[in-house]
């Protein structure tokens, strides 16, 4: 399996941007996926997923302004990203769990967001 995110780009604060992720290979054997940043000079931290089981979950930072969703036609997830903020600035990484555990164990390449102020 392998994943693709796409998306990333410059926006004011206050704006909007949607992310995707496409899975490819064997899309099948995945049973979650979701989306880390990491900003610069700071940890990676946990954004948001979705479980094919229908969970949903969301740091707490973007609560109520990313709504995380799934076509699962195309074996793509999206995060869509509203009033956005400079401190939402961050390399944003797609990543998928392929075995149940709840660990997102296979990681995509990042797409940068940078909210300017």
């Known amino acids: 399996v392998q994943l693709q995110a796409s998306g990333g780009g410059l926006v004011q604060t206050g704006g909007s941007l949607r992310l995707s992720c496409a899975a490819s290979?064997?899309?099948?054997?995945?049973?979650?996926m979701g989306w880390f940043r990491q900003a610069s000079g700071k940890e990676r931290e946990f954004v948001s997923a979705i479980r094919w089981s229908g969970i949903i979950s969301y740091a707490d930072s973007v609560k109520g302004r990313f709504t995380i969703s799934r076509d699962n036609a195309k074996n793509t997830v999206y995060l869509q990203m509203n009033s956005l903020k400079p401190e939402d600035t961050a390399l944003y990484y797609c990543v998928a769990d392929r075995y149940s555990t709840g660990v997102y164990d296979l990681w995509g390449q990042g797409t940068l967001v940078t909210v300017s102020s």
């Open positions: 290979g064997r899309a099948s054997s995945i049973y979650g």
